[in-house]
Structure formats: C-alpha cells, structure tokens
C-alpha cells in the first residue's frame, strides 16, 4: 500500500473493521490496520491509503454545493476550514455562482461570484484550499464527496463535492 500525498509505502499485517479482522477493504471505508514495519511515527491524519501503483490525485480547488445552517453566513473571500473524512485545511470560497433559498426562493439566483451565502441557503461554489486534499464527486464517492465546513471553530455549513479541479495549486 501507499499513504498519499506523502508517497509513504507499507506492507498490511492486519487488517480490522469495526473490531473485526477482514482481508479486504472498499474505497470510503473506515478502517483500522497494522503494518509490517513501523512507519507510525510518518503517518498522520487525512492521508489516503490505496493499493501500491496506484496514484490519487489531490486538487485544491473544488466546485461544490454548500448548505449555510441557519444563523450562519459564508462570505466569498472569507476564511473558513473543510473538513472531508479524515482531511482538514484551510480555505476560502473563491466564487459563487448561484445562491438559492429553499424557503423564499422559486429557483436559484444568479451571482456574480461574490457575495454572502446568508442562513438557511444553498450555493453553487468554488472553494480553494491553502494544502491540497483528496475528494472524489459525491455522486461518485460519498463518503469522500461531502464536507463540513466550519468558521472560527463552528460549524457553518454542509456541503457536497461537484467538481474536482485536478492540479491546481491556489
């Protein structure tokens, strides 16, 4: 196997879902593993494993369709952390594109990429990332194509990947 991005390689001695021992594992799944040799201390939170010759592609930018919960804005420009299985970083919505409010609103709003997705709204966006991270679109992946997004802390939204921009460096 391989860790990415970090190209760490290792040798699985055991493998175990939900405290039991399995030989193998699907993409999205949770997993615990215990390697041959000891590559612990390299190892840290948000890496992606998959089989050796293999290479994922990280992205840091994304097109995304992000729910504001109630009481809470997401404003363009704005600093906010993502947080997508195990991954976390920092970030900023780049653009919106459209805006809708499923309780006022008849159908979405056209935006001209600035702008503030206020509560209880959806927005079609783009998000950059400051390092890059693994995703895959929802309606490939889920478990790797939804989010949270917080601010300063909080939780200020939801969201769903669209798009992957492979790539990218923002």
């Known amino acids: 196997i391989v860790f990415e991005p970090m190209g760490i390689k290792g040798v699985i001695k055991e493998l175990h879902v939900a405290g039991r021992s399995v030989q193998s594992v699907c993409a999205g799944q949770n997993a615990g593993m215990l390697l041959e040799e000891n590559h612990a201390v390299s190892l840290r939170r948000g890496l992606v494993c998959m089989p050796f ?13 992000v729910f504001c919960l109630p009481e809470s804005s997401i404003a363009s ?11 976390e970083s920092k970030g900023v919505v780049s653009k919106i594109f459209d805006k809708i409010n499923p309780i006022l609103d008849h159908s979405p709003i056209a935006v001209n990429g600035s702008g503030v997705i206020g509560s209880s709204e959806a927005a079609l966006v783009e ?20 989010f949270i997004v917080s601010k300063n802390g909080r939780v200020a939204g939801v969201g769903v990947v669209t798009g992957v921009v492979i790539g990218v460096v923002a």
């Open 127 to 146: 998000i950059s990332f400051s390092n890059p991270m693994f995703f895959e679109c929802f309606t490939d992946l889920p478990h790797t194509g939804r």
């Open 77 to 87: 420009g704005e600093e906010i952390t993502v947080i997508c299985s195990s991954q």
């Open 53 to 65: 010759g293999q290479k994922a592609s990280s992205s840091q930018k994304i097109k995304a369709r």
